[in-house]
């Protein structure tokens, strides 16, 4: 399988950031690690050899980015609008430098803190994007800062600012996305996000696919199981 590994300085972050690219056609996929996990994740734990086969036969690319947690939601040391301007950055550059690496709009996935950022960038930037597959995922940012609240924790909050949602400009997009998948399982602690953010897309009707796993499933080897289900 063809495996590219690619190192830029991002002027979005200021420093360097490191990709991996896996196959060379196909359904590009924008593939998010775990809460402050590395680009190399999904490779490490065994997500892209699981999905080589569809991978070599040219029917789906990885891209799997860097993630810059530590430097925001998780960087605890940071007052809680330093650590939403980060995040903010880090956006700029998935749209403007990641994006247009890629040959047409891919789907966002991940796992865990993953999904949350595959949920957001579609939420907020619907019409760069074919859709999500969202595995495990935590989507009440409120948790991290520390009872903060101004206009950008709302705007970074799905749970937040989707039920107010009114702009079509936003919402047609949603609704005529491909894919647009939100799984965990039944004993994960965050299954009441999931499930709260896919009776928000149904209220703005934007059909969301919830699936609730039995079970715990928060762990590499049902992420597996799950992508060979929804790709």
């Not at 029917?59 to 330093?82: I, K, N, R």
């Not at 039920?163 to 996305?177: H, K, N, S, T, V």
Request: glycine share 8%; charged share 25%; with cysteine.
């Amino acid at each position: 399988m063809q495996r590219d590994y690619i190192k830029d300085w991002s002027g979005a972050l200021g420093r360097d950031m490191e990709m991996l690219r896996f196959g060379s056609s196909g359904l590009p996929l924008l593939v998010f690690p775990t809460s402050m996990g590395r680009f190399y994740q999904w490779e490490d734990f065994g997500l892209v050899g699981e999905l080589s086969s569809k991978i070599e036969d040219g029917h789906l690319q990885l891209w799997c980015v860097d993630s810059v947690d530590g430097e925001s939601w998780y960087a605890a040391g940071v007052p809680p609008p330093e650590r939403v301007r980060r995040h903010l950055q880090y956006e700029s550059y998935l749209v403007d430098e990641v994006l247009p690496r890629l040959p047409e709009a891919p789907v966002t996935t991940g796992t865990s803190f993953g999904a949350f950022h595959a949920v957001l960038l579609c939420l907020r930037h619907p019409y760069r994007f074919r859709g999500w597959i969202a595995l495990s995922g935590v989507y009440d940012t409120s948790r991290w800062l520390d009872g903060h609240h101004d206009d950008l924790t709302y705007l970074t909050n799905p749970l937040a600012f989707l039920p107010g949602l009114r702009d079509e400009g936003y919402l047609a997009p949603l609704r005529a996305m491909d894919f647009k998948v939100v799984a965990t399982g039944s004993e994960d602690p965050n299954v009441r996000d999931c499930v709260t953010l896919a009776d928000d897309l149904r209220e703005k009707d934007v059909h969301a696919r919830l699936d609730v796993w039995p079970g715990w499933q928060h762990d590499w080897p049902y992420w597996k199981e799950m992508m060979r289900n929804y790709v």
